[in-house]
């Protein structure tokens, strides 16, 4: 696998690259970097899950670590993942582990790491784990018998969360009819309780996971069957989540797709508007829609672009003492609420939005330009994305496409930090040439980093 962790913690095929035995070497190593002297114990952490076949496997892994090294552990069972950031705190515990890979297929997995704050740990904690776990494994501890942690269950998680969540808005939503994609994932587990406990009626939409059909044609990555139902049925709106629910994306009345650009200049209107946008400041990644800063731009509100991955947009929120921010892709956080982005909770605000205006997500919509934006994936190897670092003709290749739109657009080219993908991504105001520099690109690029194995 490489080092361990990418830009979502610790990504791979489950019982092949992320095995049960990684799992319970990284319970024990993150104990040792993070774990608080307790009764001589390390403490507690919270551990959750999505609803892959392999992530009850993983959950027990991880948490069998956390034991043999004297941290108790509360089992919180399928929660999404910005649940285990609240609860976190909510349990007064030291640390949350959730077991998912998100927008990933099945055959995925993954352990995000939160610290006792409820982020995500930063990167030089990061470092420390996988150096005990790969370099100095026999550094690893584990607790005298009468030392060793213990594990509970707690029945009262997803009542805590979903409370917490509907704490959040003023306004409930009877007389809304929405459609709710749960990808088969953690939201099937909370969505239905959240938003008819708000009032709204709900036709729920992929909420039967059986452990291989998480993200399956289904969910924020795969919009096609929300957009045909929502228009079918004359609904209000469309909410899709991913496998974890951290994040969300919407359809509008007509089948369009409101993406997380959209969402955020919504609702960051409506907070500047009612005096709520602290330090009047927008965070976004460096593959934000070109349309949002211009949005930002002509209504007097800053704009801040940072590296891709919630954490980073967190990261700059923390820094600069910012409240708002996330990424196209739905990955939006409120610091007023989360540590996290959480894709429930911009759901809830959004329709919050629309229900104290009276418009139509539609209408609220046309508030921002979007430019043409093409994103384009290549396979790409470990040993690859090493050598897009270091290639001159991939840089040539870069610096070409970048002359050739000029101040016209923008190109963002990047290896993924969780799949064995490199991402290409262009966006200008003429369509046809961004969609030709982006297939140009993806040519050239693969060519130039054949010979990397």
């Known amino acids: 696998m490489g080092r361990l962790f990418g830009t979502d913690g610790v990504r ?12 319970m070497q990284l319970g024990r190593a993150i104990a040792m970097v993070i774990g608080r002297g307790r009764h001589n114990k390390y403490g507690t952490v ?30 919180l069972g399928v929660v999404p993942t910005p649940a285990v950031a609240y609860l976190i705190g909510k349990y007064k515990a030291h640390a949350g582990i959730m077991i998912s890979a998100s927008h990933n297929p099945s055959e995925f997995n993954g352990i995000k790491v939160f610290s006792d704050s409820g982020m995500k740990l930063p990167d030089e904690l990061e470092e420390r784990v996988e150096e005990l776990v790969l370099d100095t494994p026999e550094r690893l501890k584990t607790a005298e018998p009468e030392q060793i942690g213990t594990i509970t269950y707690s029945s ?18 009877d007389g809304m009819e929405i459609a709710i994609d749960c990808a088969n994932g953690s939201a099937a587990a909370t969505a239905r309780e959240l938003f008819e406990g708000l009032g709204a009626k709900c036709h729920m939409l992929f909420c039967d996971p059986d452990g291989v059909n998480i993200n399956e044609n289904c969910g924020s990555t795969h919009m096609e069957s929300l957009q045909k139902y929502v228009v079918e049925h004359g609904l209000f709106a469309g909410v899709a989540f991913d496998g974890d629910a951290d994040r969300c994306l919407c359809v509008d009345e007509k089948g ?25 400041a927008l965070v976004g990644t460096i593959v934000t829609n070109f349309g949002l800063g211009k949005f930002c731009e002509e209504n007097d509100i800053k704009f801040i672009r940072t590296k891709v991955g919630d954490r980073y947009v967190l990261e700059k929120m923390l820094l600069e003492d910012y409240y708002f921010g996330g990424e196209q892709s739905g990955h939006v956080i409120f610091r007023d609420f989360a540590t996290t982005g959480d894709g429930e909770l911009t759901a809830v605000q959004l329709l919050s939005v629309l229900r104290r205006k ?96």
């Open 46 to 75: 919270v551990v959750g899950m999505d609803t892959r076949l392999s992530s009850g496997m993983l959950a027990s892994a991880i948490s069998a670590g956390f034991c043999s090294a004297g941290m108790d552990v509360i089992n």
């Open 358 to 453: 009276g418009i139509s997500l539609s209408e609220a919509a046309k508030i921002m330009k979007q430019y043409p934006q093409i994103t384009k994936n290549i396979r790409a190897s470990h040993e690859q994305k090493l050598e897009f670092y270091t290639s001159d003709r991939v840089r040539e290749i870069l610096d070409e496409a970048k002359t050739t739109l000029g101040k016209t657009g923008r190109v963002v080219v990047r290896p993924s930090g969780t799949e064995p993908l490199i991402r290409i991504m262009a966006e200008g105001d003429d369509l046809a040439l961004v969609e030709n520099i982006v297939d140009g690109m993806a040519r050239d690029i693969t060519a130039a980093l054949a010979d990397a194995v």
């Open 12 to 23: 791979g095929i489950a019982n092949k690259e992320l095995t049960c035995e990684i799992a």
């Open 256 to 280: 369009n797709i409101v993406d997380g650009d959209l969402i955020m200049a919504i609702i960051a209107l409506d907070m500047k508007e009612r005096g709520r946008l602290t330090n009047n």
């Open 156 to 173: 009262d998680a997803l009542k805590d969360y979903i409370a917490h969540l509907r704490s959040t808005v003023m306004y409930g939503f």
